[in-house]
């Protein structure tokens, strides 16, 4: 069963928020029981490690940035009434 706009926007806040702060210190900790690689291993390490955990979140994140489809659009016109200006302060003699 596929997840709901809602439940997709609440996974996608807990992995951002809980889960990915722990996979960056599970990672550095894993990296840090080997001896330090050259410079640029390291950084491919990171940057592989870097794309490597979203990949399995990919239909969580998928569309959370946009509107929710199920939601009914909302008309151009709202009625909210706009702001008015004030009248102008100029006295004229």
């Known amino acids: ?4 706009y809602r439940a ?5 806040l807990v992995i951002l928020l809980v889960g990915l702060p722990a996979y960056v210190v599970v ?10 690689p050259p410079f640029w291993l390291e ?4 940057v592989a490690l870097g794309i490597a955990w979203a990949l399995p979140f ?10 929710d489809p199920a939601r009914p659009a909302t ?15 100029r006295h004229e003699p």
């Open 75 to 89: 008309p151009p016109h709202s009625k909210i009434p706009a702001p008015t200006t004030p009248p102008d302060e």
């Open 27 to 36: 990672a550095v900790t894993v990296i840090n029981l080997f001896d330090r």
């Open 8 to 12: 997709r926007r609440i996974w996608s």
């Open 43 to 46: 950084l491919l390490i990171y």
């Open 1 to 4: 069963m596929a997840l709901s």
């Open 58 to 67: 990919k239909a969580v994140f998928r569309g959370v940035g946009r509107e």
